[in-house]
């Protein structure tokens, strides 16, 4: 089966450790206004989540969500969620780590993005 988000090893091993300091966590994919467009991750529920939301998918139990305008742009790829060193978003967890989370991107195949369609 298709997904929209998944995450690399290192994004998993980041969220894990997350996870045991803040408990169970959610993200945010930014749509670029103080912290660029990155991957904001918060604890369960701090971040209100709207109609204009989408549920992109789950990485290390943690929902993924992503504003609708967004959605519109980036429904054609596959984002990968990755962890590299240095500093994350001011408002996402991570920050305190030495570690951010990058979204890095893949198109879908013709056939991928049918199976999406029709899920």
Not at 74 to 97: C, K, N, Y
Request: aromatic residues 8%; glycine residues 10%; charged residues 25%.
């Amino acid at each position: 089966m298709t997904e929209r988000v998944i995450a690399t090893d290192a994004a998993l091993e980041l969220i894990n450790t997350l996870k045991e300091k803040h408990g169970p966590l959610m993200f945010h994919q930014s749509g670029g206004c103080c912290d660029g467009s990155s991957p904001m991750c918060y604890p369960k529920g701090d971040l209100m989540v709207g109609d204009q939301d989408v549920l992109m998918g789950v990485i290390g139990d943690s929902e993924f969500y992503m504003h609708k305008s967004q959605f519109d742009y980036w429904s054609h790829t596959q984002l990968i969620i990755d962890a590299v060193p240095g500093r994350g978003g001011m408002f996402s967890l991570e920050g305190a780590e030495g570690q951010r989370f990058l979204t890095r991107s893949r198109v879908f195949t013709a056939e991928e993005n049918e199976e999406l369609q029709n899920q």
